[in-house]
């Protein structure tokens, strides 16, 4: 029914169709959202070691805070998973594919580790993650033809990122 009153609306008055290439049309990708999240779920893993080492009372406050870190840690490794999924989907192209074509196995091998991050309390799996997506965030800047930097990040864990060099 609205989609009738739109089309007879549309005929009198000729509205302009928007297009758009993905979802945001604007253009900005960047592949530091997944690196972040990335690095969150292994902070989320060691917040879990350093509640479980301190022994103590594993009542309801305990049970409520390694609820929330696993909570966190899920949330973080699917949005990871997301951020490169989004990149991969609307920014690489089949010219980036010609030029990188570890990134199609890359890709892949970035979701199957967002899953057993998801799934366990892997920490070297997380810590592959992260830099799996580091990988996959300097083949993001190369083909921007942008060199890259790699840094210790400024929170725990100080793990390091991949930065684009800007000039």
């Not at 604007?26 to 990335?38: F, H, L, N, V």
């Not at 609307?90 to 991050?117: C, N, R």
Request: charged share 25%; aromatic share 8%; glycine share 4%.
């Amino acid at each position: 029914m609205i989609h009738q009153l739109i089309s007879k609306l549309d005929k009198v008055h000729s509205f302009e169709q928007a297009r758009a290439h993905c979802d945001i049309p604007c253009g900005i990708y960047d592949p530091i959202t997944a690196q972040i999240a990335a690095v969150t779920v292994v902070r989320m893993l060691d917040l879990m070691t350093d509640l479980e080492t301190k022994g103590g009372d594993k009542g309801k406050d305990y049970q409520n805070t390694l609820s929330r870190y696993i909570a966190v840690k899920e949330e973080h490794a699917e949005k990871a998973k997301a951020e490169i999924r989004i990149i991969w989907g609307d920014y690489i192209k089949p010219q980036h594919l010609e030029k990188f074509p570890e990134l199609h196995s890359l890709t892949h091998q970035i979701m199957m580790l967002g899953s057993k991050a998801r799934q366990t309390t892997d920490r070297q799996a997380a810590l592959d993650l992260v830099e799996s997506i580091n990988k996959f965030g300097e083949i993001f800047w190369a083909t921007k033809s942008l060199v890259t930097r790699r840094t210790k990040s400024p929170y725990n864990p100080p793990l390091e990122l991949v930065y684009p060099v800007i000039p």
